[in-house]
Structures are given as C-alpha cells and as structure tokens.
C-alpha cells in the first residue's frame, strides 16, 4: 500500500487492500499470509472475517485504512499476528493474549485433549489440577470447559500473565473454578497446595493432576527461533535452561510435594526430549510412566504422562 508499489489511482477497496496485502506478506516471509491478511484487516475494520467477503467492493474510510497500514508494517516486521490483534483461538475458544504471555499452539491442544479424555474416564469425581506456568490460562481454561467436575489452580510467576489469564476464565465463564497464584514454580502457600475451602476441599490431598507446557528450548537453540519468538514471546516461557530440561527436572523433583497418591503429572514435550524426560522421572523411584503421545501425523512425541506412586 506504499506509494512506490501502487498506482495513484489505485481504489483501495477490501477486495484489493486482502489481495495487495497478502502477496507483500508473503514477500515478508509470514507463514499462512492471506489467514495474516483478513485477521489484520478484520481487526483493523472491526468486524468478523467472514464479513470481509460479504463486503469485497467496500472502500474503508481513511482512519481504518491507516490503522490497517500500520498493523500490516508491523506484521511484516515479523511483531506476531495475535499480539496484534490481542487474541488467539485455542481449543476452539477465543482467548486475550499480550506480549506478557505465550501465544496457544495447535500442539498444545494434545495435552488439553488427554487430561479431558483421562477426567472424564473418572466419572463425576471431583478433581482438583495445578496448572503450572499458566500464561494466558488457556490450558487449565480450556480443560474446565469440557470437564465440570473439575476445580483448577492456575500459577505464574509474573502477574502480567495472570492479569490475563484471569480474564480468560471470566470471558469464559469459569472464574469461579479457578484459583489464580503468583508463585515460582512449586513453591505453593500450604493452603492452596492442600486444598481449600473456596473448592470444598478440606486439606491435606494435594493435587489429582499438575499440568503443564514447560519452557522447553535449550540454550543452544535460541538463535535459532524464527524472529517472531525470538524477539517477541516471553523468553520466561520459552527458555529452558542449558539443555532445555530445567523445569522437567525441577517437577521430576518436586512435583510430589504437590500431588495426591497416585494422581499423574502431564507435560508437554519439546521435540526429542522424550527420553531424557522420562529418565529425570524413573531415577526419583517415584513415578510411574502413564503413557505418551505423538503429535498427529508428526513422529515426534508431544505429551508424555507420569503417574505419583512413591512418596
């Protein structure tokens, strides 16, 4: 939309800001340029994106234009498209997301999908999870949607994160079910670690299920990560020590300090820490290997599940 790419003719309708805007994306290197395209230029309108092509011959007003040039510059800059547009789809949920938190993964829903699948194989049991490292929430929200009985505390060690993940529940309707804590790691005040009485609980129990997407990228790797992680995702969310394994081996630790005889850690993988995760849990005598998963149509394993057997 430069003066030095356009005629000055150029009658800069929605049809022809969408397709103008998705070549110059490609150009930039964006991954998926005409989906970048409409939620940009949707944002920029306010509107849905399927209303975009109920109105290809409308020419926005000049405001609208400029904000949409300027969402687009900074996209082609690689600043992501969620942040941009202040949300992101997870679990076919929507979800606020800002610089303060990751950006959901479609790989991450794997994790949401075999803790609901391991809920509701226990009827209507009530159940108590940690999700560890909440960021935007969406894991331990989109796990309370689909499986009522259960109650939720969610921790972050930066309270910007939680700012957003506790409007997440409430957009959601599940601010009731979930206790949101500042805390570093599992470090956990007594009365949230053993249950309250906000949740009906009367102490002592300790988790059925910590959850968690780890910051997984080795130190080596960081480089490495496109422009649009690198520069602009929380490195706290991200980076996991030298080797990538400082939090795995952190919960391998200590995660028993937190959970009920015989409830189950879920984590999430980085590609091809498989192994090296499961050695950190079999040397404690702890824990028991509950099974793992791989990334549909990836040869990579994605969720891996520990079950709490020793003390």
């Known amino acids: 939309m430069g003066t030095e790419t356009r005629p000055n003719d150029a009658v800069w309708s929605i049809g022809r800001l969408l397709s103008w805007t998705t070549e110059y994306l490609g150009r930039a290197g964006l991954e998926e340029p005409r989906l970048c395209t409409e939620l940009l230029l949707a944002h920029a309108l306010g509107c849905r994106k399927i209303e975009l092509y109920t109105r290809f011959e409308q020419i926005p007003e000049d405001s609208r234009r400029a904000a949409f040039r ?24 929507d979800f606020e997301v800002s610089p ?20 509701r194989g226990l ?49 959601h309707g599940l601010g009731g079910r979930v206790t949101f804590i500042e805390a570093d790691g599992l470090r ?40 649009e992680v690198r520069e602009y995702e929380p490195r706290t969310a991200l980076a996991g020590g030298e080797d990538g394994l400082a939090f795995y081996r952190w919960i391998a630790a200590e995660g028993h300090e937190v ?36 990334d549909a149509g990836r040869s990579q394993d994605r969720v891996v599940r520990f079950i709490f057997e020793k003390g």
């Open 70 to 93: 300027d969402l687009v510059r900074r996209a082609a800059a690689h600043e992501p498209i969620a942040y941009l547009v202040g949300h992101k789809e997870f679990y076919s949920l």
């Open 100 to 119: 303060a938190v990751l950006i959901p993964r479609p790989e991450t829903e794997l994790l949401v999908d075999k803790v609901v699948e391991h809920c």
């Open 123 to 171: 009827g209507d049991r009530p159940v108590r999870l940690l999700d560890l490292g909440t960021g935007s929430g969406c894991i331990a929200v989109a796990i309370l949607s689909r499986v009522p009985q259960a109650t939720a505390v969610a921790s972050d060690v930066s309270p910007e994160a939680l700012a957003v993940a506790r409007r997440n529940a409430e957009r």
């Open 188 to 227: 956990l005040p007594a009365d949230i670690r053993n249950g309250d009485a906000e949740h009906g609980r009367d102490g002592g129990d300790g988790f059925e299920i910590l959850v968690s997407n780890p910051p997984y990228v080795a130190e080596r790797e960081w480089s490495s990560l496109p422009p």
């Open 259 to 294: 959970l009920a005889r015989g409830g189950s850690v879920w984590l999430e993988l980085g590609d091809g820490q498989r192994d090296a995760v499961l050695e950190l849990f079999r040397v404690t005598g702890r824990y028991g290997m509950g099974g793992c998963w791989r």
